[in-house]
């Protein structure tokens, strides 16, 4: 099982502008693991928990996260939690 959470994603500032999440095995893009869309000209966060149960082929994985943008720029938000915080952003690969 592959996890992905995150407190905040600022897609671009802009109508239908995307921020989007690939999900990668070395080389290999395994496709949108999470997406988000800007609904209109402002500025917009949001969390995100995405999670895909994956067969790995023999040997050994290792899976990261690309993300980009339809236009302009965008971030995805990490912090060390607390007050006015941001909670941390993780990655996470468990046995099913």
């Known amino acids: 099982m592959v996890e992905f959470f995150t407190s905040g994603v600022v897609p ?5 502008a995307q921020l989007v999440v690939n999900l990668w095995d070395v080389n290999t ?3 949108f693991f999470a997406q988000t869309m800007n609904p209109a000209a402002g500025t917009m966060v949001a969390p995100v928990h995405a999670f895909r149960r994956i067969v790995p082929t023999i040997g050994s994985h290792n899976y990261n996260l690309r993300g980009w943008v339809s236009s302009g720029s965008g971030s995805i ?3 060390t939690g607390g007050p006015g915080a941001f909670l941390p952003g993780f ?3 468990t046995k099913a």
Do not use: Q
């Open 12 to 16: 671009p500032v802009a109508a239908n």
């Open 29 to 31: 893009d395994l496709g």
């Open 77 to 79: 938000r990490g912090g």
């Open 91 to 93: 990655l996470r690969v």
